[in-house]
């Protein structure tokens, strides 16, 4: 069983060596939650996700699953390079890292608990991983050595596993763009990370749906003196900023592209404008462009952001199909463009499925 927790979700998948057999997710947990499965949704009370993972061990129960081991992914694991079996070092670790991204890493934790009545291996597979690649000019902070060192400061980078995912079998210079509610862009060469936007934590780089991106530190140091509490600044940052907080009306793009408001363009052109800008940054840090990968919810359906990102690119010879774009094809550029330019539809399940056969012995 692979599970993929959010402050309010559960997803999960099962698999039988590499093949699907299961899924289902459960939202909104603690308000009105809904248990979707097989096609079929219904409505179970459901105060926190401890007592998440209990309905659904008693669904999978029913339907005669026996689970053998278990796959988290665990946003943020500090300096941990790879996927590891849990035990208390590792989960000490998720622990550590549980301010830095406090909206997953808790109720990762609070999951990976009540997964320990399954009886079988736990194993935690970080988003944090595959940026451990990155150069340390990429991921070091400018702040005193002795704050870097005493509280292990640097840029840690998010999304690793989608972005493993996307850029797998794709040699030489590589963008991957991962657009959701969450966004990121990361620099590959030869499916190694070497620079990406996301930081100390999941809050830096691009705007996001309802997250600042790149911020002046100097911003809230002026808030704090305005007397907003850090709690206050948290809850800014993370839940009202973005999207959300330019357009005052929404954090779904699919609605920001449709409306005719002015904050909402605006919202657009600032995420469109960060994005560009991260691409050209990157294109200069890999010498180069060979490969345009967008992908998540935003990168996978929202051509018009496509379109606009890809024709700002033209300096580099890249050039959409239009047709292809239209229609979310896995490849989107022309046949003279000179910079391959796809649409990957992610799947960090299969990453994380993979990384625990792994490391219990299985194959697939």
Not at 3 to 19: A, D, M, P, Q
Not at 245 to 248: A, D, E, F, I, N
Not at 278 to 285: D, F, L, P, T
């Given at each position: 069983?692979?599970?993929?927790?959010?402050?309010?979700?559960?997803?999960?998948?099962?698999?039988?060596?590499?093949?699907?057999?299961?899924?289902?997710?459960i939202d909104r947990i603690g308000d009105k939650p809904v248990f979707l499965h097989d096609g079929f949704e219904e409505s179970i009370r459901i105060?926190?996700?401890e007592e998440g993972i209990r309905v659904i061990r008693e669904y999978l129960d029913g339907k005669g699953f026996l689970i053998e081991a278990i796959g988290h992914r665990v946003v943020h694991g500090l300096d941990i390079s790879e996927s590891r079996l849990i035990d208390g070092e590792v989960f000490g670790k998720i622990e550590m890292a549980?301010?830095?991204a406090p909206l997953h890493n808790p109720p990762e934790l609070a999951v990976i608990k009540a997964c320990k009545s399954f009886g079988v291996p736990q194993i935690a597979v970080f988003d944090t991983s595959f940026?451990?690649?990155v150069p340390q000019v990429a991921y070091t902070y400018a702040l005193p050595r002795e704050i870097i060192e005493k509280y292990s400061i640097r840029r840690y980078g998010f999304h690793g596993i989608s972005h493993m995912y996307v850029s797998l079998n794709e040699p030489g210079r590589v963008i991957s763009c991962h657009l959701g509610n969450g966004a990121s862009v990361a620099a590959i060469r030869d499916g190694k990370c070497v620079d990406t936007s996301m930081g100390f934590t999941p809050l830096e780089g691009l705007i996001m749906g309802s997250r600042t991106g790149d911020l002046d530190p100097g911003v809230i140091l002026f808030l704090l003196n305005q007397g907003f509490t850090t709690q206050e600044l948290n809850d800014?940052?993370?839940k009202r900023s973005g999207l959300l907080?330019?357009?005052?009306e929404s954090n779904d793009v699919r609605e920001l592209v449709e409306s005719e408001g002015e904050g909402a363009k605006l919202a657009m052109d600032v995420f469109i404008y960060r994005l560009i800008k991260?691409?050209?940054?990157?294109?200069?840090?890999l010498g180069g462009l060979d490969c345009l990968i967008f992908t998540g919810g935003i990168g996978e359906n929202e051509w018009s952001i496509r379109e606009r990102v890809v024709g700002s690119l033209s300096y580099l010879g890249a050039e959409l199909d239009e047709e292809r774009n239209l229609s979310n094809q896995e490849i989107i550029s022309s046949e003279k463009s000179q910079v391959l330019v796809k649409?990957?539809?992610t799947n960090e399940e299969a990453i994380i499925a993979r990384e625990v056969y792994r490391l219990i012995g299985g194959s697939i």
């Open positions: 069983m692979v599970l993929n927790v959010g402050s309010s979700t559960i997803k999960y998948k099962i698999f039988r060596g590499e093949v699907e057999v299961g899924s289902g997710l105060n926190n996700h549980a301010p830095l940026h451990q690649t800014m940052f993370n907080g330019l357009s005052g991260y691409i050209g940054a990157y294109v200069s840090v649409v990957k539809k």
